[in-house]
Nanobody, 124 residues
Framework: QVQLVESGGGLVQPGGSLTLTCSGSGFTLYYYAIGWFRQAPGKEREGISCISGSDGSAYYADSAKGRFTISKDNGKNSAYLQMDTLESEDTAVYYC?????????????????WGQGTQVTVSS
């Protein structure tokens, strides 16, 4: 049974940093792409970043470039999202998700399994 659990969310001031962790079980991360997504109230879920399941290439949405860094540890079946220089617009529920194979996409529809999400609030 595939399970994904996000952690590391919380309240942070503008300009601050957070690192999100996605811990997986029931699958082998090496064979999957893993992505981070977020959904703010009243908005659609959007892709932030992903790592391809083949060569480990990372991809970022424009909103994340230069501020967020995605990484993964296949041995721990885990992925991480380091978020720096956070802005109030980054406030959302953040989700991780996996997709089989060498997916290089930030389209949520391409992903098969999802975690429950972790809240990130950027506010002074």
């Amino acid at each position: 049974q595939v399970q994904l659990v996000e952690s590391g969310g919380g309240l942070v001031q503008p300009g601050g940093s957070l690192t999100l962790t996605c811990s997986g079980s029931g699958f082998t991360l090496y064979y999957y792409a893993i992505g981070w997504f977020r959904q703010a109230p009243g908005k659609e879920r959007e892709g932030i970043s992903c790592i391809s399941g083949s060569d480990g290439s990372a991809y970022y949405a424009d909103s994340a470039k230069g501020r967020f860094t995605i990484s993964k540890d296949n041995g721990k079946n885990s992925a991480y999202l380091q978020m720096d220089t956070l802005e109030s617009e980054d406030t959302a529920v953040y989700y991780c998700a996996i997709a089989w194979g060498p997916i290089e996409s930030l389209d949520p529809k391409r992903y098969d399994y999802w975690g429950q999400g972790t809240q990130v609030t950027v506010s002074s």
